[in-house]
């Protein structure tokens, strides 16, 4: 419901975005033209209007621009404009200097971005003004109807409140007990029971009916499903049945068979997309820039003892599918034999294994460990797609089999990477409950937003080295 009002409110916004920008691009062209003259002619300018649009719509979308005002403060809402609008114009600069436009000339552009973030704050003041207005005027009602009264319809109606300058109101409540008919919950009656649904639906003006009814009612939804069907109302069911935290439930479609899905993580697909875009450019420019350090790594392994200069290893990556993962060797050719020899020494808590000054590692391979160089053949997994620059370490098939704990694997319900929050906290300084809540956390807040901050912050690490092991 509020997500509907939410994404009709951002179709009109997008829209007026670009009609607006469309309105600046051609206001900024005449007062150049007026103020210095000389202008090469509108179709020459008008070529950078399909280049314009797009990027200035994603950087909208990616600032908040399109998020519901009426859940912003207006520095937020002036913020959100202000940096798309300059984030844009740089892009817009740097492909004027890349393409060599010299035609386009910086007073057109600036005065563009001047125009343009007034047009887009204005765009949004006015919905702001428009939607107030209609909501004093009650000319936005919104009426709904709850089904039940226990303490899901009790949260439901203080999320009403909260948003009721949204333009909601609530007509009432039913219930399977006739003797709370009559009760005033939360400031509305309840109006009946729900096997008089058919006639409240036809006495009151009700454009939805919430399904707020716990699992020992659910015999009754098909009663009130038909009566809604038949008067023409939506009717929406509270999909919290279940008292566990997921991040995202969504209906589901399948040769006109409905599914409820419960998502653990909740991932926007756009957003994967572009970080899977960003793997994929840096992935293949470090690897290119690397390439002789790479060569001279490989070079120092073969001389300082036998064996493979790569060692590649079963890692078990998202969904538990397991991979190739590729890491210089660092250590003689024989140790994952030796490993169990070792296993009562191990200084780590938790299923990993970890051992300081381990004597299976080559004199190489501790300088590559204390340096983390071993690690940047991983970048062939990140091109490949079975890692990703930033998201949880993948483990070794001895240490997953070793987990104790069901939430510990939720770690697998996104792409392992190269960098994580335990790789700029303290590495192998923490112990295994603190990395593990590390990885559950950097899960539940992923954004683009955080994964930039973690390869900022990755950088210093290394060069520090600490916690390396």
């Not at 990703?388 to 001895?398: A, D």
Request: charged residues 25%.
């Amino acid at each position: 419901m509020f997500q509907h009002h939410s994404e009709q409110l951002k179709r009109e916004t997008v829209l007026l975005d670009v009609l607006t920008t469309v309105l600046s691009f051609v206001a900024a062209y005449g007062l150049r033209e007026t103020w210095i003259g000389d202008t090469p002619p509108f179709l020459a300018y008008l070529g950078l209007l399909p280049i314009i649009l797009p990027l200035w719509v994603f950087m909208l979308t990616f600032f908040r621009g399109y998020q519901d005002p009426r859940t912003l403060t207006p520095f937020e809402i002036t913020r959100s404009v202000a940096s798309s609008v300059f984030m844009s114009l740089m892009l817009m600069l740097t492909i004027i200097f890349a393409l060599k436009l010299h035609f386009v000339s910086r007073v057109f552009v600036f005065t563009f971005g001047a125009l343009n973030g007034l047009g887009l704050l204005g765009v949004r003041v006015g919905q702001l003004w428009r939607l107030g207005r209609a909501t004093r005027r009650g000319e936005s009602k919104y009426r709904i109807l709850i089904v039940g009264t226990g303490n899901r319809a009790h949260r439901f109606v203080e999320t009403l409140v909260w948003r009721r300058k949204w333009g909601f109101h609530l007509v009432g409540f039913l219930d399977t007990d006739w003797q709370r008919v009559g009760e005033r919950i939360i400031g509305a009656p309840v109006l009946g029971t729900t096997s008089e649904i058919t006639g409240i639906l036809k006495s009151n003006v009700v454009d939805e009916v919430i399904l707020a009814i716990p699992r020992g009612m659910i015999g009754e939804v098909e009663k009130v499903v038909r009566a809604c069907e038949e008067e023409g109302v939506k009717v929406r069911l509270m999909a919290d049945l279940f008292q566990v935290p997921f991040k995202r439930v969504t209906l589901d479609e399948l040769e006109e068979v409905p599914f409820l899905t419960f998502d653990s993580v909740a991932h926007d697909e756009w957003k994967l997309l572009l970080k899977r875009g960003i793997d994929l450019v840096v992935g293949v420019a470090l690897l290119i820039i690397l390439a002789p350090v790479m060569a001279m790594i490989a070079l120092a392994i073969r001389l300082d003892s036998p064996g493979p200069v790569l060692f590649i290893q079963r890692r078990v990556g998202m969904n538990k599918r397991t991979f190739r993962l590729i890491k210089f060797r660092t250590m003689y050719r024989d140790a994952e034999q030796r490993q169990a020899q070792f296993e009562h020494l191990n200084e780590a808590d938790g299923p990993v294994f970890k051992l300081r000054n381990d004597p299976r590692v080559t004199r190489v391979g501790k300088f590559l460990r204390r340096t983390s160089l071993d690690e940047v053949t991983q970048l062939l997994n990140v091109v490949k797609g079975d890692m990703s620059l930033v998201g949880p370490r993948p483990l070794p098939l001895r240490d997953v089999n070793l987990f104790d704990r069901g939430v510990q694997r939720k770690r697998f319900s996104v792409k392992p990477g190269l960098t994580c929050l335990w790789q700029v906290s303290g590495r192998s300084n923490l112990p295994f409950s603190e990395w593990v809540r590390l990885d559950l956390l950097y899960i539940d807040k992923w954004s683009i937003a955080l994964d930039l901050k973690i390869l900022g912050r990755t950088i210093p690490a290394v060069l520090k080295g600490t916690g390396a092991a």
